[in-house]
């Protein structure tokens, strides 16, 4: 079990190593300057993270770039996530790995009631495995692509900010329906200037039993604050 803003003590980003807790992972393209400085943490270059296994981190920032949990990992954010720029991934293989927005607690005691991690994307974020507890504030002016099956514990709000788009390519990518401690003050809101489009991958998307709150118009030059893409 790991403390809530603790980190790991080494993982790699391409060819590039982080060697000590206490800063922020930052995917980024300044390899050959990076430097670690309190409250600043670190710049890497484009390339992948890899994390197998179970890992808490604290703010999360790419710059294109890829952490990819394999067949088994578990990223814990205990903080903002944030696409400066670019096209970056979060990536898993098959139902087992998992990103959560809530603290790393043993059969689920002690988590953060509540809990919304924030999403500043300006650039292209896709998720591709499933996300587990918390709720997702998406701001910024770029795109937050879900792909992954997030039914067994995606829980909280979804709230979409003007000038974010969010794209849903799977029927529960919006989270978990029925679970008991949903209220009518949870689901999706779409800010007037935001929009939420439904996009299907391969077969039509049936999104059941989430609830929508439009606010407005969507985003200028988009088709409404939601959208139905085939």
Do not use: C
């Amino acid at each position: 079990m790991r403390r809530l803003g603790t980190m790991v003590p080494r993982l790699s980003v391409g060819r590039v190593s982080w060697p000590r807790p206490g800063s922020r992972y930052k995917l980024g393209r300044r390899a050959s300057t990076a430097r670690s400085k309190t409250g600043r943490g670190w710049d890497w270059p484009a390339g992948t993270l890899n994390n197998n296994g179970s890992q808490s981190i604290n703010a999360l920032t790419f710059n294109g770039g890829t952490v990819d949990l394999g067949t088994a990992g578990a990223l814990f954010l205990t903080n903002t996530l944030t696409v400066n720029s670019g096209n970056a991934t979060i990536t898993g293989s098959g139902s087992v790995p998992y990103l959560d927005l809530n603290i790393n607690q043993a059969a689920g005691s002690g988590l953060i009631a509540n809990v919304q991690r924030s999403f500043v994307v300006n650039g292209n974020l896709t998720i591709n495995t499933r996300i587990n507890d918390g709720g997702i504030n998406l701001t910024g002016t770029g795109t937050l692509i879900l792909q992954g099956d997030s039914s067994s514990g995606y829980e909280l709000k979804t709230n979409i900010a003007s000038g974010s788009t969010l794209v849903v390519q799977h029927n529960n990518a919006l989270g978990l329906a029925t679970d008991a401690t949903i209220t009518s003050s949870d689901g999706t809101f779409v800010a007037s200037g935001g929009t939420l489009q439904l996009t299907k991958l391969t077969t039509d998307l049936t999104v059941a039993g989430e609830s929508l709150h439009l606010a407005g118009a969507g985003l200028a030059g988009a088709g409404g604050a939601l959208e139905n893409v085939s």
